[in-house]
């Protein structure tokens, strides 16, 4: 049984086609959500139709870079899903406490800002940023 | 969990790249199981007897023991 896939870079090439797919679908979804944001203001002057279709895209186009994540997880080799699957519960858990501490907040009246939903995100992302860096050190 | 991959690509002249793409894992992940600080799965664990021709027992020992 030839098992050699030093010449094809089995796993090296399929991580690679992964990333780039994840990164174009990524794209546009950012460019489809300013598209969705801005355009009703910027572009069409609030036209409903034209809304609604800006919405639609930005859904469609997010489902897709669902999947496309869903594929570069199940590409990655074990260990690396895992410190994926770290990272994100450490996101996951750290934003579902921060957030709902965030909004008690202004509901027991200790901010008197309205609490954004991008603190949360930004805070989310920061964190699977962090559990992403102390998982590639921890099994370095 | 100790394990012998390094002693055994040393034996065959491997680099740590070469070990990975025969197990289809990335080099990070080889490294990290020679320096005992991943323990493999056991259908890369059988991967890896099947490359090596050897028992999974022989590759791989648990260091605490019966």
């Given at each position: 049984m030839n098992t050699s896939k030093t010449d094809t870079g089995g796993w090296q090439a399929r991580q690679r086609k992964n990333t780039v797919r994840l990164r174009y679908w990524t794209s546009?979804?950012?460019?489809?959500?300013?598209?969705?944001?801005?355009?009703?203001?910027?572009?069409?002057?609030?036209?409903?139709?034209?809304?609604?279709?800006?919405v639609v895209i930005n859904l469609a186009v997010g489902f897709g870079m669902i999947v496309a994540n869903k594929q570069y997880v199940q590409g990655l080799?074990?260990?690396?899903?895992?410190?994926?699957?770290?990272?994100?519960?450490?996101?996951?858990?750290i934003g579902l406490v921060c957030g709902l501490g965030y909004e008690l907040l202004e509901d027991i009246k200790l901010i008197a800002f309205q609490p954004e939903i991008s603190h949360l995100i930004i805070?989310?992302?920061?964190?699977?940023?962090a559990g992403l860096i102390m998982g590639h050190r921890k099994y370095q | 969990m100790k394990n012998r991959l390094k002693v055994l690509r040393a034996e065959r002249d491997w680099t740590q790249a070469r070990l990975a793409a025969e197990l289809d894992v990335s080099r990070q992940t080889v490294n990290a199981?020679?320096?005992?600080?991943?323990?493999?799965?056991?259908?890369?664990?059988?991967?890896?007897?099947?490359?090596?021709?050897?028992?999974?027992?022989?590759?791989?020992?648990?260091?605490?023991?019966?």
């Open positions: 546009a979804w950012v460019l489809s959500l300013a598209f969705a944001a801005f355009g009703p203001k910027l572009l069409w002057d609030f036209n409903t139709g034209l809304t609604i279709l800006g080799d074990e260990m690396h899903r895992k410190i994926f699957l770290d990272a994100g519960a450490l996101s996951l858990g805070l989310m992302c920061l964190t699977f940023l | 199981i020679e320096k005992g600080k991943f323990d493999p799965s056991l259908p890369l664990a059988f991967k890896a007897a099947r490359l090596f021709g050897m028992a999974i027992e022989d590759i791989f020992q648990d260091e605490e023991g019966p």
